[in-house]
C-alpha cells in the first residue's frame, strides 16, 4: 500500500535524519500518527494547515511511501470530512514497529 504524510519543516528534518526511512516518535499531546490515503488529501493539509502555521515553520512537505499490506491492514481507514479526507490512526505506541514495515524509503512528493 501506498500512504501519505503531511510534514512540516521539523518533522522532515528528523525524517531526513533518519535517512528518509522513519517518522520521528509523536510528541507526547500527540496521541496518533495518521497517515493519509491519497495525495490529494495530503497536498490539502500540507497547504491549508503546515504553511500557515510557525509550529511548521510555514513550510509543507508531502511525503510518500510504501508499506507492507499485511501489517497495515490491521488500521481502519476513518473517513474525516469529505470522501478523500481518509486516513489510518495508528497509536503513537506502535509508530516504531509501523516505521519497521515501511518498505524501502520514504519519498517526498
Known sequence: M?????VGQAEYDLIAASGFTAYPPRLPEQPIFYPVLNARYAREIAEKWNR????????????SFEIDDG???QF????VGASYHQELWIPAEELEKFNAHIIGTIQII
Open 2 to 6: 501506498i500512504l501519505y504524510r503531511p
Open 52 to 63: 500557515r502555521y510557525p509550529d511548521s515553520q510555514y513550510t509543507g512537505y508531502v511525503t
Open 71 to 73: 501489517y497495515v491492514s
Open 76 to 79: 481502519l481507514v476513518h473517513t
